[in-house]
Structure formats: structure tokens, C-alpha cells
């Protein structure tokens, strides 16, 4: 075998295994903390009396790392939580990312919403009855942000005994 047919092969063989690694499965995320991508991360203020400082430059660096790792267009933010996803956070993926946002408050509205969306980021309640649908969303390429940390379910305990069903599956574990 000479040299342009050994060439041949190997590009043939990366396009294959390319195409062949290329999976419609979509990414799972789950951050922390809702502050993270709060209004109070983006530009500061107080929240339940306490003065928070604001990490624009941060907030906005994770926010572009997501778009960049989630891809899509669409996005749904799906949350009861006053303080996670706020509007900065949804300025900043239409204006400087190019992003479609659709700002949902009930589990319903989710799952209308998963068949339009590229991604979705949830918080608080709002998901953790859909989570056969969320997989679903996942393994067709859909990609899914949690933020835990909202106190939506009680207790810490109770937040990550609700999501792990759904985070196990990718690997995830909230404790």
C-alpha cells in the first residue's frame, strides 16, 4: 500500500468514526447554586436583606460557555424561583448570544415546550414531574441545565432526592 492510499484510508476512517461518534444526545449541566446566573451575579444588590456583590464579567463568561457547550437556538427557562435565571441572564443569551428565550412557570408549559427548545434550564420544582419527558429531551439532543441550591423543595436533601433521578442517569449526583 503506497503513501496517498494509506492517506486515503485514514481520512476515510476519521470521517467514519466522526460521523459514527456523532450522537443526538444532548448535555446535562447542573450548577451548584441558582445565584450563579441570578440578576444579584450579573450587577449586585440585596436578596432576603443580605448585599450581594455582583460578578458581571463572570456571570457573563459562564452564560457564553454555556451557549457555547449547549448550542440550539431556543431556549426555554423553566423556574418559580424569584432569584434563579433572571432577566440579565436572559438579556444577555438574546443579545449577546443570539439565543430565543421562552420563559415558562409550569411543569405543563415545560413539556409544551421541550418540542420547540434546543435547551432548557430549570430550577426550584419545575421539571422534577417531567423527568421521563427530560430524558426524552436529552436522548433526541436536547440539552438540559439544573440549577439546584433554590430551597424550592424544603431542604437541600429533598432538592437532590428530587433531581437524582433524572442527573444519575448522565452521571450527575446532587448531595
Known amino acids: 500500500m503506497n503513501l496517498t492510499n494509506i492517506l486515503s484510508a485514514a ?3 476519521a470521517i467514519w468514526i466522526s460521523s459514527a461518534s456523532a450522537t443526538t444526545l444532548g448535555s446535562v449541566i447542573a450548577i451548584g447554586d441558582e445565584w450563579t446566573l441570578s440578576d444579584v451575579a450579573f450587577d449586585g444588590g440585596s436578596f ?14 459562564l ?8 448550542g440550539g437556538a431556543n431556549y426555554t427557562i423553566a423556574t418559580v424561583n424569584a432569584f434563579a435565571y433572571g432577566s440579565d441572564f436572559e438579556t444577555y443569551l ?3 448570544q443570539g ?7 409550569t411543569s405543563a408549559a415545560l413539556n409544551a415546550a421541550l418540542a420547540t427548545s434546543d435547551a432548557v434550564f430549570l430550577a426550584g420544582t419545575i421539571g422534577t414531574g417531567s423527568l421521563a419527558a427530560l430524558n426524552s429531551f436529552v436522548a433526541n439532543g436536547g440539552s438540559v441545565v439544573v440549577s439546584l441550591g433554590t430551597g424550592n423543595q424544603g ?3 429533598a432538592e437532590a432526592a428530587a433531581w437524582n433521578p433524572f442527573l444519575s442517569g448522565y452521571g450527575l449526583q446532587a448531595s
Not at 432576603?48 to 463568561?61: I, K, Q, Y
Not at 452564560?63 to 449547549?70: D, E, I, T, V
Not at 439565543?99 to 412557570?105: A, T, Y
Open 11 to 13: 481520512f476515510a476512517s
Open 48 to 61: 432576603s436583606g443580605d448585599f450581594f456583590a455582583g460578578d458581571r464579567p463572570n456571570a457573563e463568561a
Open 63 to 70: 452564560s457564553a460557555n454555556l451557549a457555547s457547550q449547549l
Open 94 to 96: 438574546t443579545t449577546s
Open 99 to 105: 439565543k430565543s428565550v421562552n420563559r415558562v412557570n
Open 155 to 157: 431542604t437541600p436533601g
